[in-house]
């Protein structure tokens, strides 16, 4: 299952996922992380949520991010939830056919190994295709 939060910037998608996580921390059993592209969260998602920086890995596109989920996923068979605060500023990229892909890819991943996934990315929401409607 993937859950995709859109908006232009400033329009509260971070503080969205914050609650996001406080809440799947509470209510779902399961390890949980959370993939940011700064330490910018440190101070707001709780302890027991794995924080990942992802300026630390050089995560340039869409197959080295699924590459990285997967390697997350094969050291942890216990993750429940997978956060990506603002995706498309991690890999540096736009909304476009591949960010589809991905979103679909996460959805089928998530599927099979019993994963949500919930996504940021900043765009305005009417800019979305009706493959990234799917996912609101």
Known sequence: MVRLI????????????IELVHDA???ER??????????KLTYDIP???RLIDASEYNLNGYDTM????????SANYDITH????????????DVDTDAEDFFEWCDNFGQK??????????????????RIKKYF
């Open 66 to 73: 699924k590459g990285f989920i997967c390697g997350l996923y």
């Open 25 to 27: 921390v509470e209510n």
């Open 113 to 130: 190994e019993h994963i949500k996934f919930t996504i940021t990315i900043s765009v305005d929401v009417t800019k979305a295709t009706d």
């Open 47 to 49: 302890h027991k949520v």
């Open 30 to 39: 399961g390890d949980i992380v959370c993939i940011e592209r700064r330490a």
């Open 82 to 93: 997978i956060f990506i605060d603002n995706v498309l500023s991690i890999i540096g990229r």
């Open 6 to 17: 859109m908006g232009s910037k400033g329009s509260g998608k971070t503080k969205k996922l």
